[in-house]
C-alpha cells in the first residue's frame, strides 16, 4: 500500500506540468471557438494523441499505474483549467474504459480499451451509456432491456440511452442494461457494442448551458445484437451473480454504480479545474482593476471573497486527493469519493459566480472568460450524481441504515 502524501513525486509533476503547457497552449485559445461551435473539438484531440495525452497508455498508467491514485486527478485537474468543455472531450472515453475495467475481465480490457482511444493517425471515441430520459440518478428505473439469445450466442438490446458523452459518434458504447428486471439495479449488467454494429444510432443532440465543446447525445438501441464476448464479466460470472442474488444474499455493486464511485473523485478533480481557472482570473484582475482611485484588491469585499476561493479551493483538492488514495489502497469508508465530488460541484458552482461578482458586468460578457467558466461549473452538481444523491450516498454509508 502506498503511502498517502501531499507531496507528489517527480513524475507526477512532470505530467502536471507537462498537462498544463498544453492546457495553457492549446486547449485555452482554442476554447472560445468550441464553445460558441458546439462541435466536437477533433483537431484539439488529434493533437492531444499526438503527444500521448488522449491515449490508452496515459489512461492504463493513471489508473493502474500509479499506487498513489494522484496522477490522474493532477492530470485532469490542468486539463479542465485550460476548458472543462474540450477537456471533457478529451477524458470522455475514459468513462467507458473504467466501465470495462470495472466489470470487464483481462482479456476484455485488453481488447476493448485501446478501441476507445484509437491511434493518433485515427483516433476513437468511447462512450459509457448508462443514463435514460426517465431515470439518471434514479439506476433501478432503468429500461433498456438486454435479452439472451442462447442459439446462435447473442445478447440483444432494446432501449434508450439519455446524457451520453460521445453519445453516438463513439467507436465503442459500453451499455448498461436490464438482464433480470425483477431484481431491480442489482439485475443489471454491462455490455460493449463494438465499431459498426447496426441497430445502435444517436438520437437527439443536445445544445447544452455548458461544456459546449463535449458532444452529448442520446443513443437508441433497436434490436442491437452482440456477441456472447461482448458480456463484460462474461455470462458464467453474471449467472452466478443473479443467482446469489435471487437467493437472497449480497451481490457486487451494480454496474453502473461500479463505474461512478469510482470515477467520482476524477471528476472532482474536473470541478477543481473550473474553479481554479476563475479564481486565478479573478485574483489577477483585482490586482489590476482599478475604482475609486485604487485597485480593487485592496477592498476588503473583494480581498476576502478572493481568501474565501482559495481556501475552499485547497480544502476542495485534499478531499480529492484523499478519495483517490483511498479508492486505490483502501477502499472507500465513508463515501469520500462522494464527498469530493459533492464538495467539488458546490465550489465550482459557488467559486465562478464570485469570479463573475469580481469582474462585475465585464465578468457577464463573453468577451471574458469566467462567464463560460461558470456555465461549465454547474453540471459538476449534476452529472454522475447529483449534488442530493452525493448526500444520500454519505449518508447511508456514515448511518449503515438504509436512508430514502
Not at 162 to 174: S, Y
Not at 310 to 322: H, K, N, Q, S, Y
Request: hydrophobic share 45%; aromatic share 8%.
Amino acid at each position: 500500500m502506498a503511502e498517502f502524501s501531499l507531496e507528489l513525486n517527480e513524475d507526477q509533476l512532470q505530467i502536471q506540468k507537462w498537462v498544463h503547457e498544453f492546457a495553457a497552449d492549446v486547449i485555452r485559445p482554442a476554447a472560445p471557438e468550441w464553445d460558441e461551435r458546439e462541435e466536437f473539438p477533433y483537431p484539439v484531440v488529434e493533437q492531444a494523441a499526438e503527444i500521448g495525452l488522449y491515449g490508452w497508455e496515459f489512461m492504463a498508467e493513471g489508473m493502474s499505474g500509479d499506487p498513489t491514485g494522484l496522477t490522474l486527478p493532477v492530470a485532469i485537474e490542468e486539463l479542465f483549467w485550460g476548458d472543462a468543455g474540450i477537456g471533457m472531450a478529451i477524458m470522455g472515453s475514459g468513462l467507458a474504459a473504467a466501465g470495462i475495467v470495472a466489470s470487464g475481465t483481462p482479456e476484455q480490457v485488453i481488447e476493448w480499451i485501446p478501441q476507445c482511444y484509437g491511434t493518433p493517425d485515427k483516433i476513437g471515441l468511447g462512450a459509457f451509456a448508462a443514463s435514460e430520459p426517465d431515470a439518471g440518478s434514479d439506476v433501478a428505473g432503468y429500461r433498456t432491456r438486454a435479452v439472451y439469445d442462447e442459439a446462435t450466442d447473442e445478447w440483444v438490446l432494446n432501449g434508450t440511452k439519455a446524457w451520453i458523452t460521445n453519445g453516438g459518434i463513439a467507436d465503442v458504447h459500453v451499455v448498461v442494461a436490464v438482464v433480470d428486471p425483477e431484481l431491480g439495479s442489482k439485475g443489471h449488467a454491462s455490455f460493449v457494442v463494438p465499431p459498426g454494429t447496426k441497430g445502435l444510432s444517436m438520437g437527439q443532440k443536445y445544445k447544452k448551458h455548458g461544456i459546449r465543446a463535449s458532444h452529448t447525445a442520446e443513443v437508441v438501441l433497436d434490436d442491437v445484437r452482440v456477441p456472447g464476448r461482448c458480456l463484460l464479466g462474461g455470462k458464467e460470472k453474471l449467472d452466478e451473480r443473479l443467482a446469489r442474488v435471487r437467493r437472497g444474499e449480497k451481490g457486487n455493486a451494480q454496474a453502473a454504480m461500479q463505474t461512478f464511485e469510482a470515477t467520482r473523485p476524477a471528476v472532482g478533480a474536473q470541478a477543481l479545474g473550473v474553479a481554479r481557472a476563475a479564481y486565478e482570473y479573478a485574483l489577477d484582475y483585482a490586482k489590476e482593476r482599478e475604482a475609486f482611485g485604487r485597485k480593487i484588491i485592496m477592498n476588503q469585499s473583494i480581498a476576502f471573497m478572493l481568501a474565501d476561493m482559495a481556501t475552499e479551493i485547497d480544502a476542495t483538492r485534499m478531499l480529492i486527493w484523499r478519495a483517490a488514495w483511498l479508492g486505490k489502497n483502501g477502499q472507500f469508508k465513508n463515501a469520500e469519493g462522494s464527498m469530493a465530488k459533492m464538495k467539488a460541484g458546490r465550489v465550482a458552482t459557488w467559486v465562478t459566480e464570485r469570479a463573475i461578482q469580481i469582474l462585475g458586468g465585464y465578468g457577464y460578457v463573453r468577451e471574458y472568460p469566467v462567464e463560460r467558466w461558470h456555465r461549465d461549473a454547474k453540471i459538476h452538481d449534476i452529472f454522475e450524481g447529483t449534488e442530493q444523491i452525493q448526500q444520500l450516498v454519505i449518508s447511508r454509508a456514515i448511518s449503515g441504515l438504509r436512508i430514502e
